[in-house]
């Protein structure tokens, strides 16, 4: 199940990793508040992302038929992984912030930029 969970949002932020900016409070291209260098990052984060994620799914595919204790092993250091990306990518995420939950961008969104 994993495999297929990593492999679909892999292939989805590969391909469409612009367009899924938007999930995260990211418009779907740059606009006044996410400046063109800061979105191209943003985006190019998220391809690289979804293609490490695809690539994972690729390796745990592979690794189906090995040993059950191989498999707790792989288990155990996905989990480490897990909780090793969200620990550390918290605080990256609290320091962008969310452009849309910001007061000053309502105002802009809601009223238009002219």
């Known amino acids: ?3 297929a969970v990593y492999a679909v949002l892999g292939s989805a932020l590969a391909i469409f990793g612009p367009l899924m900016l938007g999930l995260y409070g990211l418009p779907a ?7 063109v260098g800061a979105w191209r990052s ?3 984060f998220a391809r690289l992302f979804g293609i490490t994620l695809a690539g994972l799914a690729v390796i745990l595919w592979s690794l189906r038929s090995s040993e ?6 792989l288990v155990a250091s996905l989990a480490v992984a897990n909780v090793f990306i969200s620990v550390f990518l918290r605080p990256v995420a609290r320091r962008l912030g969310n452009p849309v939950r ?9 009223n238009g930029v002219k």
């Open 1 to 3: 199940m994993t495999t």
């Open 29 to 35: 291209e740059p606009t006044v508040e996410v400046p």
């Open 42 to 44: 943003a985006a190019s």
């Open 68 to 73: 059950p204790r191989a498999q707790q092993k």
């Open 102 to 110: 910001d007061p000053a961008c309502r105002l802009v969104l809601a």
